[in-house]
Nanobody, 124 residues
Framework: QVQLVESGGGLVQAGGSLRLSCAAS????????MGWYRQAPGKEREGITC????????YYVDSVKGRFTISRTNARRTVSLQMSNLKPEDTAVYYC?????????????????WGQGTQVTVSS
């Protein structure tokens, strides 16, 4: 099993930036693609970005494209999400997830392990 712990959430004004990190432990050799999801109050969880095993493929949903950047470091142990030009509608609990699949995708069925989430609040 893989344990994922997110950090870096907080309160920021609109237009500001935050960097989220997700540290993996346990059976990290089983981790290939990784993704970030978020769940806003009263809404379903949505996938926003993912990165492939080889890091040569990333995907972003339109709502975050050009503002968020996903990256991996430290031999699969950490995945980060740099968020810039934040908007109030980015307010949500952000989750990282790990997949045994090599390809990058946002179907939740691809992901076996999930973090507990970190709150991001963007004030107007």
């Amino acid at each position: 099993q893989v344990q994922l712990v997110e950090s870096g959430g907080g309160l920021v004004q609109a237009g500001g930036s935050l960097r989220l990190s997700c540290a993996a432990s346990g059976r990290i050799f089983s981790i290939n693609a990784m993704g970030w999801y978020r769940q806003a109050p009263g809404k379903e969880r949505e996938g926003i970005t993912c990165i492939s095993k080889s890091e040569d493929s990333t995907y972003y949903v339109d709502s975050v494209k050009g503002r968020f950047t996903i990256s991996r470091t430290n031999a699969r142990r950490t995945v980060s999400l740099q968020m810039s030009n934040l908007k109030p509608e980015d307010t949500a609990v952000y989750y990282c997830a790990a997949s045994p699949a090599s390809v990058c995708g946002l179907d939740e069925d691809l992901y076996d392990d999930w973090g507990q989430g970190t709150q991001v609040t963007v004030s107007s």
